[in-house]
Structures are given as structure tokens and as C-alpha cells.
């Protein structure tokens, strides 16, 4: 077999079933799939595998929302250092917020999607959605889309700008530039929220979904309008808006990483930030003490999501993945990217997992290969 379709990369003993079952995947995948899968547990890298033409453990892609775990890490280490608090009014830290009926918005309800602030109404350009902090100006005046506190929706696009807003009140610094220097950087991850220039020629673009007439039928006809909830949360209300899977492709998203949707990584990158987050590495104690872990992973909003039309369970600016992956233990989090990337962490058997890849899956969000390789993996830490 080609090495281009053959899982390169090495698995610590008793993980070759995940090798396996990684192979497997990349055979249904077809000859272009690219893709990474890592893997560690209690802190130590047990699966550091990669697959496919012109992509390598190095490989760098946007991973659009697997992002809002990074922005997240940032918030949720600084409620732990007391310098946010979970139940204080946005506006107390960013006056300009508290308008149009989000007074009263906590930080709380903000970070679990409930605060019905979603978008714009005439939308944003690409260079808009790029800079979080027009993002948030434009917001601080948007009335919500739903009274706040009353339903919940996925704010896909501007969860980020508006964490981010608060955390620069309260700091003085981006999110962006506290993640680099508490997270990315004594790490050395591959994980970048903002991409230097010197790192471009590692870069590889995100590929356009492929779907077959049946999926693509499928899409059709749960597609929604350019005014609808759904349509606002994912910018199809702006007239030049341009198409999801394209985002990470233009430099000024990569340059900027907005906390949403504009990280660049590789699986080596996210899934070392969440061992970070709950496992010593390197002689380093974990990020987030355990209650802070808790508290960040209890599910905060679960049942219909009334931008995403469907089940979902959100903890506080990360996934309730344990609601999608039944075989994780309860307290598990951490957050999917539109193109097919997860990444998580599960305090309970100490597994962080990070996959990446290249081309958008179908039907957007976690790839649904996630299931099968999550249950590998799993096996293989439990065993």
C-alpha cells in the first residue's frame, strides 16, 4: 500500500487496536484523505498517528471551532485565579454590553450559549469576522435573538468576541495574547490562535466537502435561510458572505485567530492542550484544578438547540461530550471544529484526544469517524 494511505506514526503498547481501527478509516476515506489522530493518557502521548497525501504529524489546518476550547481554557483559568467570577453581569466588566435587554446577562449564561446573541442583523464581512474586537463592538448594541435565559443557541461565530471582550476588560490583554503566553507557549503546542508568518509553509488548507448526490440532497433540504436563527449564528446573512469551510484558507483569519472559529492546529496540538488541562506533563501541574474542570464540563444547556435545530448539551464555552459519546465518563469536555476535528479531555480515565483532518466531512461538525476511534481509544486507556 501507499505510505500516502498507509497511518504512519508510532502507538505505545496495548494502543495497536487504535492503529488498527485509524487504518480502517483512512481506507473508507478514499485516496485523499488526510487526517491525524493523538492521543494521551495521564499526560504521556500514547497515539501519534497521521494519514494522507501531503500531510504529516507537522501539518497545520484550521480547526474552526475546536478554537472555543482554547478560548475557553482561557476563561475557565481565569474564573480559577479569581479574576472573572461565572455569575457576574457582562456588563459589570464591559458596560457598552448591558443595552437592548443584556443587562442582566451573566457571564454564566453567556458561556452556555443562553444569552441569545448570536450574530448580527446585517452580518459581517470576512475582514469583521476576523478581528474579534469589531466583532464586539458591533454586538455590544445587537439586541439578543431570544429573551435571554430562556432557550439556548449555538453562538458559532461570536461566542469567542464576546468572552474575548470580557476577559480584555478585566485583563488588559487579548485572550488571544493570554492563551499564548499561559497555554500555547510553555507547552511548545501546535496550536495557534494567530499564526505566525514563519509558520505558513506548515499550513494546509481546509478542502471542500465532497458529497455524494444523496448527502448533497440531504443538505438541500435542511437548508436554512439567510434570516432564519441559523442563518444569522453562521454569517449567511451578509451579502459577500463567504462559505464556512473556506474561513481558515484566508490569511487575515489565520493571521488575526478569532477565538470562534480561527485556531490553526494539528492533533498533536490539541490534544497536548487538553492533557495540559487536566494531566501533569512535563513535570507541570495540571492547568485546571479539578472542581474548575467540573464546573466548566457540567452540563449548563442540553436538549433542543434552537440555532443548531437539535440535540445538543453544552458544559460553559466547551461540549458535554460525555452526551455524545456515551462511552466517556461524565465531566468529559471539550469541542468539535466544523470541518470534522475534536478534541477533549476526560478527567475520569485521564484521556485527552485530539483529531484533526483535512478535507470538510459530512455533514459538518465532529466527523463521524470520532465514534469509532473515540471507542478504540477509550478501550485501549481503560484497559
Known sequence: M???????????????????E??????????DYAAQLVAHVDGQRVVDLWVGPDFTSSSLTGVFSSTKGAAHLVVALLVQDGVLELDQKVSHYWPEFGVAGKQDITLRELLAHRSGVIGADTGFSLDELADDRVIAARLAAQRPYWRPGTAFGYQALVIGALTGEVVRRATGRTLQEIFEARVRAPYDLDFYLGLPEEQEDRFRTTLPMLPTPEQQAQLEAGASGPDSLTGVAYNQNHPEAVELWELPNNRVVRAKGPASVGGVASARGLAGMYAAAISEVDGRAPL?????????????????????????????????????YPVL????????????????????????????????????????????L????HAAAVA
Not at 2 to 20: I, N, Y
Not at 22 to 31: E, K, S, W
Open 288 to 324: 485546571l484544578k479539578p472542581d474548575t474542570a467540573a464546573e466548566f464540563a457540567q452540563v449548563h444547556s442540553i436538549g433542543y438547540d434552537v440555532v443548531a435545530r437539535a440535540h445538543k448539551a453544552f458544559g460553559l464555552g466547551f461540549v458535554a461530550l460525555g452526551d455524545t
Open 2 to 20: 501507499s505510505t500516502e494511505t498507509t497511518p504512519q506514526g508510532t502507538v505505545a503498547e496495548g494502543f495497536e487496536s487504535v492503529r488498527e
Open 329 to 372: 465518563g461524565q465531566g468529559a469536555f471539550g469541542h468539535s471544529g466544523a470541518a470534522g476535528s475534536q478534541a477533549f479531555a476526560d478527567p475520569r480515565s485521564g484521556l485527552a484526544y485530539g483529531y484533526n483532518r483535512r478535507r470538510f466531512a459530512f455533514p459538518g461538525g465532529a466527523a463521524p469517524e470520532n465514534a469509532r
Open 22 to 31: 485509524f487504518a480502517a478509516v483512512a481506507a473508507a476515506g478514499g485516496a
Open 374 to 377: 473515540i471507542r478504540a481509544v
